[in-house]
């Protein structure tokens, strides 16, 4: 007799199919016969397999398939410590499970939809063959094999997990245990670490660990230089004599981005699924050295039940000279904001939310789908090579995509539903190439409703605050980029010799005729639709230049001042706009300014009318 399970293995799930339909009789002797025979020829066929594929065993065939794709996050001090499955025996313990999780595809996590995504290098999606294999293993009963196959355990360097097994080349850890309550609302800490460097370092791997993740949210690191002869504990005493409750206030970021945007890098991030990042493709990010430069462990710590430690640490794996690219890892589309097709204002009154310039209203009590768009353009070329949204619990999905300078457009990255559990960094297969010009574009929505299994409190509004609890919210569209037309050394050479003072004192007409540099303009004019279904602006004046996507209450007040001209511009990327409820209004517009010889596209950031009709 053969046996049910290496008929299933075979892909044959329900004899009955083969022989009649549900709900009709079976069809007697010719039924009978085409038994007979389709059980003979899998008979030979199932020999055949048998004779070419043993059956799967744990040592031999099962564990290296667990190794690559789950141990990261399914060993000791990782997220899924409490479902090891690096041994025999804790995979035999819930092989079943196990069998279920992979064959439905929800582990490895990946939520990524591939049909509207580029394509990443650290998909995690198993191929079918190793869910065959796993499939196979459980149902013939998950056996171990011989111990002479199994393969080594993943090599963890005291749990730093570069893939090449490599040590890392510097450690920087909190000085001592945090303690963390058992129960109850835990401020954010910023904890300052001098980092032990005299000399910059270029940076190609880098894995950020809390020693408890039981107790960490996520933590967020960036490098700052606080000022000569001044130590963290001094800051924190100046800061209480001012009545400051920051001791930041006296640190500059160490690294920004050169471009207008001037944000500041951030160098590490930790949200639950974030394992070593490998940067490659002659990228690199810069840890400078000196004797006032410190790493600000930002972290935020959750109660879980019981009075807890944490001593969370960085590791850098460095290369010797500089790279082609330095990486910045930034909000890449934050710079103007829209709540449920509202642009929201930068000078709007209330506390800003956390890495936005705006105020972002609260998600109110059952709402199932509140949008955030997110925009901002790029007025240099840049290479993008990492995406990683993050939001809490009511995060629903997160779609990231591009409007190029030409007005053609592109989605890049589609999170359909979007888990807080895994918050994986997406990294670029092939790193992508944005012309100056360019626009990214983010929309999340939030689900506040039942329907959300993860919703602490379907009945509470919750809000964007400046440090968020886990059941606040975020919208964080991390990117992490390189400004093509920058030479890192170069760069460097330049940031190295020019104080703070003269860089915040750079005006932005000089600095965005950096090289390749576009320039944001503002312009007011007539919303136009063209018969093509483009957007135009007509009567429009001449842009001025501004240094800023997003608007203000204020701008506006003077846009509406302001007359109009005999400009006509092309407005690229408008729809988060709702553009055809302004048709024929008189519109004050920011964006980049994109010229050539058909005239002046703008792809826009920022559009709100200032009249309700264009007759002037
Ligand atoms: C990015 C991290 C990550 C990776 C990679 C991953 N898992 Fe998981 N897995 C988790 C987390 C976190 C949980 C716990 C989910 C929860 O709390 O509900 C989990 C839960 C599970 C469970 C359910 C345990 C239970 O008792 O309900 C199984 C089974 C499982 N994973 C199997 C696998 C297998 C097999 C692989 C590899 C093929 C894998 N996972 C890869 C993070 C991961």
Request: net charge neutral; aromatic share 8%.
């Amino acid at each position: 007799m053969i046996e049910r399970s290496k008929l299933e293995a075979a892909g044959v799930f329900e004899m009955k199919f083969l022989f009649h339909k549900p709900g009709e009789q079976p069809r007697g002797t010719v039924t009978w016969m085409a038994f007979v025979v389709v059980v003979v020829s899998l008979s030979i066929v199932l020999a055949g397999l048998a004779a070419q594929a043993p059956e799967p065993t744990f040592s031999k065939d099962v564990a290296s398939i667990l190794f690559k794709n789950c141990a990261k996050c399914h060993r000791e001090g990782q997220i899924a410590s409490a479902v090891p499955l690096l041994t025999y025996e804790a995979a035999r313990f819930r092989a079943d499970k196990i069998k279920r999780k992979v064959a439905a595809r929800e582990m490895p996590p990946w939520p990524v939809d591939p049909a509207r995504s580029l394509r990443f290098r650290n998909d995690a999606r198993l191929s079918q063959k190793d869910i065959n294999t796993i499939v196979a293993w459980v149902r013939g009963g998950a056996p171990k094999g011989d111990d002479a196959d199994l393969p080594a355990i993943p090599k963890s360097e005291e749990g730093w997990m570069h893939p090449q097994g490599l040590k890392p080349d510097l450690v920087i850890s909190l000085p001592g245990d945090v303690h963390v309550p058992a129960q109850g609302e835990i401020p954010y800490v910023s904890l300052l670490v001098r980092v032990p460097l005299s000399e910059d370092r270029w940076i190609t791997a880098s894995q950020t660990r809390p020693s408890n993740p039981a107790v960490v949210h996520h933590m967020a690191l960036t490098e700052v230089a606080l000022p000569d002869g001044l130590g963290p504990a001094d800051l924190g005493q100046a800061a209480r004599q001012m009545g400051i409750a920051n001791g930041l206030f006296a640190a500059r970021p160490a690294v920004t981005t050169p471009s207008i945007l001037n944000q500041i890098d951030m160098l590490g991030i930790y949200t639950p699924g974030s394992t070593v990042e490998v940067y490659g493709d002659g990228s690199a990010k810069l840890l400078r050295g000196g004797k006032n430069m410190y790493l600000d462990f930002n972290i935020h710590y959750e109660a879980d039940g019981k009075p807890d430690t944490d001593r969370s640490s960085i590791a850098f794996w460095f290369q010797p000279g500089p790279p082609e690219h330095q990486l910045f890892r930034v909000n890449g589309a934050g710079e103007t904001i829209l709540a449920n097709g509202k642009e929201l204002l930068t000078d709007a009154r209330g506390t800003k939310a956390e890495g936005t310039k705006v105020v972002i209203p609260p998600i109110p009590p059952f709402a199932g789908h509140y949008e955030l768009v997110g925009v901002t353009g790029y007025p240099q070329a840049v290479t993008i090579y990492q995406f990683q949204p993050h939001a809490h619990h009511r995060g629903k999905d997160f779609t990231y995509s591009v409007v190029y300078p030409d007005g053609h457009e592109q989605t890049l990255l589609s999170v359909p539903q979007y888990d807080h559990r895994w918050q994986m960094a997406y990294e670029l297969e092939t790193p992508l190439k944005l012309p100056a010009g360019s626009k990214i574009v983010v929309t999340a929505h939030y689900d506040n409703s039942k329907m959300n299994m993860h919703n602490p409190g379907p009945e509470k509004q919750v809000y964007f605050r400046d440090q968020n609890q886990s059941w606040d919210e975020m919208f964080t569209p991390f990117i992490q980029y390189s400004i093509d037309s920058q030479n890192p050394a170069e760069l460097h050479a330049k940031a190295a010799s020019q104080s703070q003072d003269e860089k915040a004192s750079t005006s932005v007409q000089q600095r965005s005729t950096d090289k390749g540099s576009l320039q944001t303009g503002e312009v007011v004019g007539c919303l136009v639709a063209a018969p093509s279904g483009n957007w135009l602006l007509t009567k429009a004046s001449q842009p001025a230049v501004s240094d800023a996507q997003a608007t203000t209450s204020t701008a506006l007040k003077a846009a509406e001042a302001k007359p109009l001209g005999n400009q006509r511009y092309q407005l690229l990327g408008v729809k988060m706009f709702n553009p055809s409820r302004r048709q024929g209004e008189k519109v004050a517009v920011k964006g980049i300014l994109i010229e050539d010889a058909n005239g002046i596209r703008i792809n826009v950031t920022s559009l709100q009318s200032v009249a309700t009709n264009c007759a002037q």
